[in-house]
């Protein structure tokens, strides 16, 4: 998978990479910043995306596209289509423009609005990657779960980063019965779960 990912797709990797680095180093909190996960936790989600079972990829917070195109290599393996979403304008223009540079088009649909509205449309969840505002995880997060399938993953992002913010969520979400969970310490902290259908029938939770 990663000893053959497509030039197009390294290319704007590339680009994204850079303009992220130059946002940080600029320092200046901007609205437009790409806040975009490293390229460690895009290979881990690669590898995660490509161990789900088969069923609907979601992204949840889109940025510039740049974690879409890792969850892409392990889907064009499996010859199955990301659903990514994005509220923020000048992201969604961004992110057209990264899916149109990589040749990926066909393997991401981008939708334009809040994710929580359009969350309950997908009823065969394999895969959810959560990277959007902390102040939505938690209902996001509970608009999924119901949905996701017996083995599916979900995963957020930020949970170490910002612990002050998200501590009470990974809280939660492990003493969930529905799922197994765990925190992994990779990039800013992804928290990673699995449906656990078994354990969610017998506390009457799904």
């Given at each position: ?104 088009e066909n393997q991401i649909k981008l939708i334009a609005g809040d994710a929580r509205e359009h969350l309950p449309d997908y009823k065969n969840i ?15 997060y509970e608009l999924t779960i119901p949905n996701l399938i017996s083995g599916g993953l979900f995963l957020a992002d930020n949970v170490i980063s ?45």
């Open positions: 998978m990663f000893h053959n990912i497509p030039l197009p797709i390294l290319d704007r990797m590339t680009q994204l990479e850079e303009t992220d680095t130059r946002d940080r180093q600029d320092g200046t909190p901007r609205l437009d910043r790409l806040r975009q996960i490293p390229p460690e936790t895009g290979r881990f989600l690669a590898l995660m995306a490509a161990s789900a079972p088969k069923g609907e990829f979601l992204e949840i917070g889109t940025s510039a596209g740049y974690s879409a195109l890792w969850i892409s290599i392990a889907l064009q393996e499996r010859s199955e289509k990301l659903h990514t979403f994005e509220a923020m304008p000048a992201k969604i223009t961004l992110a057209r423009e990264t899916f149109r540079l990589a040749n990926v394999a895969f959810c990657f959560l990277d959007a505002e902390k102040e939505s995880y938690a209902d996001c910002h612990g002050d913010e998200l501590g009470f969520f990974v809280k939660r979400v492990s003493e969930d019965p529905r799922v197994d969970a765990a925190v992994v310490p990779i990039g800013k902290g992804l928290l990673l779960c699995r449906k656990n259908l078994q354990k969610a029938r017998l506390f009457g939770k799904v």
